[in-house]
């Protein structure tokens, strides 16, 4: 092969990287013998782990140099989402690549190794993937605090050295007999590593709007929630599908009563589990669990369509997010007072301020879930629950506290609003598909408004993507045909605040 004589700057490179990739998706690979094509395939993978490390590095400079503003993010993990569109899993991946094989630079100004070095010169090899960096990075993590950082170091050289050959799946494998040797008691391990490690993470609702949940206890809270579980749990208790099913605690019961009950239970010791975690927090919820304060963020808020609300059936979302069959929101209402924003015919309430207040009523905050559903900004997914009403102009500038000239913005993507250069410029759109929605673009640039489409994709989706109207949107639609509707009930559930808006 003939050498070809490259850049030095790295935007060429990379813009050279990118033609070269575009070529090569184009080429046929016909014409290549089948010892060339397996040579193709093992060059192609090792410049895509070398990429690794070129990522990790891309993506510390954009973190250390606070670049990531530049494109409205406001933290360097949103960028990844928001601009890069990367998965949560994904974003986790690549922050964790840019701790560890990066050069980072301390507050001094003193440049830093890399927290891995030998796991960063195999990916510079192309040995490693970013799947060998994550497993990597988990072990060396799960190192007990109390060990030597030498002893550490030597951990992670090894590792990295059998990683070369290994699958990433033989990679945890080998790094957990690491952990046995290094910690074969688990006596090592102090409350300040279990403390490091404590969580509990909720991840996105699937496709039938279920939730997965995984968590790493601590030993307190393992023996308090277990404790609650024998009570709460028991056989017969706090099941759902039998309406003479005793309800909270086992310990308050009538033991004949609770036995009949188990009798007629066939629910699976995971079943009852989930259904005593969800009675607890319906009992956490009635006895005020959300506080007693007024402030919205304090209450349980939903937005419906008024037809799925009276039939029933379809999709609401919450104000945290969430999206909820509209049979579950009328049960839950039972237990607690939630604030619904209806799509409806017309509005009684005050939508219009002007200057004579900055805040933005109830109403107002209402009207703004319903339309905006979170944070405005492009590519940003804080839900409305931590939303604030950004005026447009800015107050400062005069801007009236009027439901045209207010939208959702994140703290962050708030404070970023700036008539200077570097800063972004909002308004409500006039015209184009898009028309009453929340604009963004950089202060001054000639640049397209964008809209944000995290929260609500369904507006862009060709076959669903009909506005809201006061019989729902076409996604509600579809949903709510496949969730079996209930028999009629009461279109809206005693003491339940509704404000209702028009569509």
Known sequence: MT??????????????????????????LAGLSDRELLVASEVNERSNRRGVGVDARLFAEVSQRGAY????????????????????????????????????????????????????????????????????????????????????????????????????????????????HLDPDGELTDDTDRARTRGVTLAPQDR????????????????????LLVLWAAPGMNNPDDEQSPSGS????????????????????????????????????????LGEGTSLSSQLV??????????RTGVATTATGTRLPVKDLVEIAADATPWLEVFANASAQVLYLGRGKRLASRAQRLA????????????????????????????????????????????????????????????????????????????????PWKVNHALQPEKILPTFGDRVTESGSAVEKWLACRIPAPPPGPPVPPGTDVVRYPA
């Not at 050498?3 to 046929?28: C, F, H, M, T």
């Not at 039938?208 to 404790?227: D, Y």
């Not at 939303?387 to 500038?397: E, F, G, K, L, V």
């Open 69 to 180: 503003r530049l494109a409205g993010s406001q933290m360097p993990g949103k960028y990844l989402e928001g601009q890069l569109r990367l998965s949560v899993r994904a974003r986790k991946q690549r922050t964790d690549a840019a701790l560890s094989l990066s050069s980072l630079v301390a507050f001094s100004g003193e440049p830093l190794d890399p927290t891995l070095p030998a796991t960063a010169g195999a990916v510079a090899d192309g040995d490693l993937s970013l799947d060998h960096v994550a497993e990597i990075v988990d072990v060396i993590d799960a190192i007990p605090a109390a060990i030597p950082a030498d002893v550490k170091g030597r951990a992670e050289a090894e590792l990295a050295g059998v990683a070369r050959t290994l699958t990433p799946e033989q990679t945890r494998t080998a790094g957990k007999r690491i952990l046995a």
């Open 368 to 447: 703004l879930f319903g339309r905006d559903r979170g944070c405005t900004a492009p590519g940003c997914t804080v839900p409305w629950s931590k939303t604030q009403a950004h005026h447009m102009p800015d107050w400062q500038d005069g801007g009236p506290t009027d439901i045209d000239h207010l939208g959702g913005a994140c703290g962050g993507h708030n404070r970023s609003v700036s008539t200077k250069p570097g800063g972004w410029e909002t308004t409500i759109l006039q015209t184009g598909p898009f028309t009453g929605r929340v604009g963004w673009r950089p202060t001054g640039s000639n640049e």
């Open 250 to 289: 086992s310990a308050n019961v009538d033991p004949e009563a609770l036995a009949a009950a188990a009798e007629r239970d066939t629910r699976s010791q995971s079943q009852r589990n989930h259904d005593a975690l969800e009675a607890m927090w319906t009992f956490l919820i009635a006895n005020g669990g």
């Open 302 to 311: 939903v937005t419906a369509s008024l037809d799925d609300l009276e039939a």
């Open 3 to 28: 050498n070809i004589e490259l850049p030095d700057n790295p935007l060429d490179l990379v813009r050279l990287q990118d033609e070269v990739a575009q070529k090569l998706a184009a080429v046929s």
């Open 208 to 227: 039938r709007l279920m939730s997965a949940i995984s968590a790493k206890l601590t030993p307190a809270a393992r023996a308090k929630l277990e404790a």
